[in-house]
């Protein structure tokens, strides 16, 4: 991983092709500048331990879409890695290399232990503090990119498909799984408006309202599979959009 994690930082400044167009470091303090420790440390425990039973109900969901990485993917990045709950589906396989990306390095620790448990050895794992809006890695660096729940979270959902298109290699994979707003009209959409503001509090940033399936659709990868469900333990937090879509 070494090799990886060195081949991907030793970015020449002054090849412009290759640099990240805004500075990753610069980037994170401006979109997700520094929280108090406690609120950090809190919001990586509650994520490593509520999230259970939902990762149980989304489990045969993410099993059949990582399994779509199985053989073609060997440089996977994962945007807002935290605890690290899909190492699992997609890291076990001989020589796959991880670069996670996320701003709260409170979470490096659960990523770290969710790596060992699927069998990536640590030397083929990076974990990296940095925003999805500025990603520390060179152009087309990568084949494939997971992102869960996390577009909900960052602050500039288009600007992270920018990063997105220009990190993946051509025919390169981005796999999602995203919770969206609920349909104009309905009960649930309203209840998500009311409750927005204290969500985007509690769970650090992360809002109700985005129509992130949209977004994706739109974003102009060469194909896009996509397709929503409700799931029980997520309660207001539906529906959720998953899919895949290449460069
Ligand atoms: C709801 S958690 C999901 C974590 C993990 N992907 C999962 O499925 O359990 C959202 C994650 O996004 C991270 N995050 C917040 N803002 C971000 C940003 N701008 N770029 C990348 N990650 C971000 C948070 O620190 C957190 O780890």
Not at 141 to 167: F, H, N, W, Y
């Amino acid at each position: 991983m070494e090799a990886f994690g060195t081949a991907l930082f030793a970015i020449d400044p002054s090849s412009a092709s290759n640099s990240p167009p805004n500075d990753p470091t610069a980037m994170l303090n401006k979109i997700h500048p520094k929280r108090p420790d406690w609120y950090e440390e809190l919001y990586a425990l509650v994520t490593e331990t509520c999230m259970k039973p939902y990762e149980a109900e989304i489990a045969g969901y993410k099993l059949q879409l990582f399994a779509n990485l199985s053989g073609k993917a060997n440089r996977i990045l994962e945007l807002g890695i935290g605890t690290g709950p899909n190492l699992k589906y997609y890291a076990n396989e001989p020589g796959v290399q991880v670069f996670g990306v996320d701003p709260n390095m409170k979470m490096e620790k659960y990523a770290r232990a969710a790596a060992e448990g699927a069998g990536l050895p640590q030397t083929n794992f990076t974990f990296k503090q940095a925003v999805a809006e500025a990603l520390p890695l060179g152009d087309a660096s990568v084949d494939a990119i997971v992102g869960t729940l996390v577009l909900c979270s960052v602050k500039d959902v288009e600007l992270t498909l920018q990063e997105i298109m220009r990190v993946l290699k051509p025919g390169g994979m981005y796999v999602f799984v995203e919770h969206v707003a609920a349909e104009d009209g309905t009960i649930r959409r309203f209840v998500q408006g009311i409750l927005d503001p204290l969500q985007q509090i509690v769970a650090d940033g992360c809002h109700l309202t985005r129509k992130t399936g949209n977004v994706i659709a739109e974003a102009g990868f060469s194909t896009v599979e996509l397709h929503q469900a409700f799931l029980s333990t997520a309660s207001i937090v539906n529906p959720h959009v998953y899919g895949i879509a290449h460069k």
